[in-house]
């Protein structure tokens, strides 16, 4: 899979329930994209360790760090935009291909934005920089029967 095939997607409103159910619009202002999946890790030392740490895993952690085009009057740059400055939930699902084809997978997820900064390279085009960490209804999510 190349990173090209990919595909960031939002909705207007919120998941209340399964991705499934939402309307996906593609995000297509979007340079680079890094969906960040760490789990916690959480130390389980004890005197029988013969001096040695160690350690278990505990919660999962999704981030998405996102590099777009700075494009006012674009729909999916305009509500990322408005989450962020309204402290507002986003629905967004990262995607390993087209949402409408059955097998593609991703993570799909309300987010809160809590990063957007604006890049102004001298002989460049103008970018935000993006961070986006999970809310609420996350979920791993694999399209079936599209």
Same mark, same amino acid.
């Given at each position: 899979?190349?990173?090209?095939?990919?595909?960031?997607?939002?909705?207007?409103?919120?998941?209340?329930?399964?991705?499934?159910?939402?309307?996906?619009?593609e995000l297509?202002?979007?340079?680079?994209?890094?969906?960040?999946?760490?789990?916690?890790e959480t130390d389980v030392t004890t005197r029988s360790g013969a001096g040695?740490?160690?350690?278990?895993?505990? !919660?999962?952690?999704?981030?998405?760090?996102?590099?777009?085009t700075w494009t006012p009057g674009n729909?999916?740059?305009?509500? !990322?935009?408005a989450a962020y400055k309204g402290r507002n939930l986003i629905a967004i699902a990262v995607m390993d291909g087209d949402i409408a084809t059955a097998g593609k997978t991703g993570v799909a997820s309300n987010w809160k934005v809590t990063k957007f900064?604006?890049?102004?390279?001298?002989?460049?085009?103008v970018t935000a920089n993006v961070t986006i960490k999970a809310n609420s209804f996350m979920a791993d999510y694999t399209v079936v029967g599209a």
């Open positions: 899979m190349k990173g090209f095939e990919a595909k960031l997607y939002f909705s207007a409103t919120p998941l209340a329930g399964l991705p499934s159910t939402a309307t996906w619009t297509s202002i979007v340079k680079d994209i890094t969906l960040n999946d760490e789990l916690e040695r740490k160690a350690t278990d895993v505990g !919660m999962r952690d999704n981030s998405i760090d996102l590099e777009i729909g999916g740059f305009d509500a !990322m935009l900064t604006r890049n102004e390279p001298l002989g460049g085009q």
